[in-house]
């Protein structure tokens, strides 16, 4: 599903960036803060030149428009490849739904990266209906790859920064206990982040305005390895944010009873990311249709 992926790769950026913010100095383990893990975490990155991680997506929505309803549930699996210093975002992975009973799959593969002033995401889709793999692309104003030229050249004394990471972070805190996540020995930190306008607006590409002093809620969890203060696991309850995105679409209303997302990161290879040229040469513009159902249940 495509609103699946307009998801993963903000919420992935949004992740990334928040840990830009803080300060980066070492400290002992009595000394541990939230500001210490989410920055050493973000010099992980840095260190790797990549942001490395699988996303699963379990989703159950409800979605009124022109006077039907139908119910939307599914799941998907991600692989995202970030590379810091081409700025290029790499994802494949796998879709599964229910819609009017009828089971649809899907596979895609995506390719997103800035060219002149516009995001481009070449984008090659295949269905249970559609198996042939033709790519396409489409130009937008959003900067949906613009965070991994900011991880890799990060000022982390801007006073910018750290007002965004009170913000971002403020509802959030370190648990007192560890906990494990893949067989790791993990530090804890969890409660409510803010998604901004930002994030918002790029979920929902292609509908209405989003109003610049819109916020969303999200329950969060984030697991930081305890021994290097890796970020390994997040887990994210997006529901209010797909409930407040859905109000601002005209004539529709989405009712989701979940939206979940858990990320896993990964830091075992080197990136060199660009896009091949056989895609860029035999891809075709993608025009989206304007029908609010269709925008939403063809992710």
Request: with cysteine; net charge negative; hydrophobic share 35%.
């Amino acid at each position: 599903m495509r609103l699946i992926g307009k998801i993963m790769v903000p919420v992935i950026g949004v992740m990334a960036t928040s840990s830009l913010f803080a300060g980066c100095a070492k400290t002992e383990p009595e000394n541990i803060t939230k500001e210490v893990l989410f920055s050493d975490a973000i010099n992980n990155f840095k260190k790797n030149n990549a942001l490395l991680a699988t996303a699963d997506l379990d989703m159950d929505l409800n979605i009124e428009a022109s006077g039907f309803s139908i119910n939307v549930t599914g799941s998907s699996k991600y692989d995202v490849e970030g590379d810091l210093k081409n700025e290029v975002i790499h994802s494949v992975g796998d879709t599964d739904l229910e819609v009017f009973g009828l089971d649809q799959k899907m596979h895609t593969e995506t390719y997103t990266t800035r060219e002149d002033d516009s995001t481009v995401t070449y984008m090659c889709e295949t269905t249970s209906e559609n198996d042939s793999a033709e790519w396409s692309y489409k130009k937008t104003e959003t900067d949906d790859v613009n965070w991994l030229g900011r991880i890799a050249s990060v000022n982390v004394n801007d006073n910018e920064f750290k007002s965004q990471l009170d913000e971002f972070a403020k509802g959030v805190n370190l648990s007192s206990d560890t906990s494990k996540a893949d067989g790791t020995d993990c530090y804890v930190v969890s409660g409510v982040v803010t998604l901004d306008n930002d994030m918002l607006s790029s979920m929902a590409e292609g509908t209405t305005a989003i109003t610049a002093d819109n916020k969303v809620m999200a329950d969060s969890v984030w697991y930081f390895n305890k021994k290097n203060h890796e970020l390994k696991k997040v887990e994210l309850d997006l529901a209010s944010a797909i409930d407040n995105v859905s109000t601002q679409v005209e004539d529709v209303k989405v009712t989701p009873a979940k939206c979940n997302i858990i990320i896993y990161f990964s830091y075992d290879k080197k990136i060199n990311l660009s896009i091949p040229a056989d895609i860029k040469d035999s891809a075709k513009e993608r025009v989206d249709s304007d029908n609010a159902i269709k925008m939403l249940t063809e992710i």
